[in-house]
């Protein structure tokens, strides 16, 4: 079983930086995690992706620049460093898994494990 456990949210001005983190447990049968979020009042929508058998990194396109997934094998963890803050970064953060070989892509209805979400809020 695969649960996915977010934290490292809070309250940030904007210009700021956070880095957010997925902690897994049975990561060994993970190959892919990915960030989502989900601003107030809108669909979840993908931030940033790893798959690591090989490893690779995909971004949207928004946040190229800005946005670094990393993963941490001793940890089990998956970060996701956000800089350069912005209000419109506003959102509930979450990770997800899958176990599927290749990368799934980002559509959230691909990943099968989710956590609970840390909230992201940045004030201007």
């Known amino acids: 079983q695969v649960q996915l456990v977010e934290s490292g949210g809070g309250l940030v001005q904007a210009g700021g930086s956070l880095r957010l983190s997925c902690t897994a447990s049975?990561?060994?049968?993970?190959?892919?995690i990915t960030w989502f979020r989900q601003p107030p009042g809108k669909e979840r929508e993908f931030v940033a992706g790893i798959y690591w058998p090989k490893p690779s990194t995909f971004y949207a396109d928004s946040g190229k620049g800005r946005f670094a997934i990393s993963r941490d094998n001793a940890n089990n963890r998956v970060y996701l460093q956000i800089n350069s803050l912005k209000p419109d970064d506003t959102a509930i953060y979450f990770c997800?898994?899958?176990?599927?070989?290749?990368?799934?892509?980002?559509?959230?209805?691909?990943?099968?494990?989710w956590g609970q979400g840390t909230q992201v809020t940045v004030s201007s």
């Open positions: 049975g990561l060994f049968s993970v190959y892919t």
């Open positions: 997800a898994g899958a176990t599927s070989r290749g990368y799934p892509g980002s559509s959230p209805a691909l990943y099968p494990y």
